[in-house]
T-cell receptor
């Protein structure tokens, strides 16, 4: 079955370190998204991509970067982790039809000490 | 701007009670509306959706009707079960300059007691 996976599921790191969270989907979806989930804020969009070599900033993109070298993967990099980036991170993908149903991965819980 | 407002949680009900979770939206265009559900330790799953005014989305006994006049998409279920305990997110989807954007409410945590 097609799916979307994230790794690692849990990560503890230190302030200032670079961290990369992986997202892989096997639906061949053009669109991929990264969100963070924090209490009281719901889900906030970090970055998104509508195809290979396309990346766009979301509402909370500072301190994060993404790259899209193939259809299946959209890794999220925290260049220099900060305690404010402690959160649960969700990756999602969609075909880009109207309306656009997004399919979510299981999430990565990141703790920055 | 575009935004979604959900009723404050948490919501605690007894099994077989009637459920309503309110959701209202602000949008510049004509959005599609969604309810997503997040079970403990999992990602979000689409629960139901509606694409135009007066449409009713339904799934697993849950229903929501797209009300353009009140800009609302309230989630209802006639008789909840313990297995419905989860966090529920209302969301709108707009096409802006050819790009699809999904805007979420803050989520409502629902707990059903046996």
């Amino acid at each position: 079955d097609a799916e979307i996976t994230q790794s690692p599921r849990h990560k503890i790191t230190e302030t200032g370190r670079q961290v990369t969270l992986a997202c892989h989907q096997t639906w061949n979806h053009n669109n991929m998204f990264w969100y963070r989930q924090d209490l009281g804020h719901g889900l906030r969009l970090i970055h998104y991509s509508y195809g290979v070599q396309d990346t766009n900033k979301g509402e909370v993109s500072d301190g994060y970067s993404v790259s899209r070298s193939n259809t299946e993967d959209l890794p999220l990099t925290l260049e220099s982790a900060a305690s404010s980036q402690t959160s649960v991170y969700f990756c999602a993908s969609s075909r880009g039809l109207v309306p656009d149903t997004q399919y979510f991965g299981p999430g990565t819980r990141l703790t920055v000490l | 701007g575009n935004s979604v407002t959900q009723m404050e949680g948490p919501v605690t009900l007894s099994e077989e009670a009637f459920l309503t979770i309110n959701c209202t939206y602000t949008a510049t265009g004509y959005p599609s509306l969604f309810w997503y559900v997040q079970y403990p330790g999992e990602g979000l799953q689409l629960l139901l959706k509606a694409t135009k005014a007066d449409d009713k989305g339904s799934n697993k006994g849950f229903e929501a009707t797209y009300r353009k006049e009140t800009t609302s998409f309230h989630l209802e279920k006639g008789s909840v079960q313990v297995s419905d305990s989860a966090v529920y997110f209302c969301a709108l989807n707009l096409e802006i300059q050819g790009a699809q954007k999904l805007v979420f409410g803050q989520g409502t945590r629902l707990t059903i007691n046996p």
